[in-house]
């Protein structure tokens, strides 16, 4: 598996306990925009659980060997290969709208392609909207962009007025350690100042892990607050 996001994780996880020898590939960080004290521990928890991961180092090219398999070249400090069954991408996703006549119609997007949307949905066009991943700045979430669809349909045919709000949404990580939050996560030290931040942590064993001594030290609960 190539990337350490969501995507990446949770495949190789779930491959990982379907009875699969997984390595995964990692350019940079684990989790990139999650907390990376908890994205650190779920890569440790893997790499303890069996799963391999190749760090700091990004694939150059990928061949098929006289037996079908592939065989990677990739870059970690100097040239590597690695032999592998199957190669799976999961390293990030980009909007597809340059063949749908955004342009035409005068709808402006972003240098990434992602269409430009206001706070209530509308595109440069007054009669346009965009909901979802393909807005700008927007999460990457199917639950926010199901609600932001929901909120739009009210405001335009029921007569109401709520708005999406992106601020505080809960989100799960399904790795082979769960990850949950519903923070602001790294911005509340932009927001209230690092000096007014105070962390707690703790490492506990839920009740069904009773019996299972192997999973001593693996759960985590973080909590961020405001200390005035």
């Known amino acids: 598996v190539v990337g350490a996001s969501y995507i990446a994780l949770e495949c190789g996880g ?31 928890y893997m790499e303890k659980s069996g799963v391999k991961f190749i760090k700091k180092a990004v694939p150059i090219k990928i061949e098929l060997n006289s037996a079908g398999r592939k065989v990677v070249t990739f870059k970690q400090g100097k040239t590597n290969l690695g032999l592998f069954d199957t190669v799976l991408f999961a390293i990030g996703r980009s909007a597809e709208t340059k063949s749908i006549g955004l342009e035409e119609v005068g709808v402006k997007v972003a240098e990434n392609g992602k269409i430009l949307a206001s706070e209530d949905d509308k595109t440069s066009v007054d009669n346009i909207y965009a909901i ?33 709000s992106y601020k505080y949404v809960p989100t799960t990580v399904f790795t082979p350690i769960d990850m949950a939050a519903a923070d602001i996560g790294k911005e509340a030290r932009k927001v209230f100042g690092a000096e007014n931040i105070v962390a707690y942590g703790s490492v506990f064993k839920p009740l069904e892990w009773n019996m299972n001594y192997e999973r001593e030290d693996d759960c985590y609960a973080k909590l961020v607050t405001h200390k005035t």
């Open 132 to 164: 979802g991943d393909v807005c700008h700045g927007r999460l990457e979430l199917t639950p926010t962009a199901i609600m932001a669809g929901r909120l739009l349909a009210a405001r335009l045919f029921n007569n109401k007025t709520a708005l999406m």
């Open 14 to 44: 779930f491959l990982h306990g379907l009875g699969c020898h997984v390595t995964i590939m990692v350019r940079s960080i684990f989790l990139r925009g999650f907390d990376q004290q908890i994205a650190n521990k779920i890569g440790d």
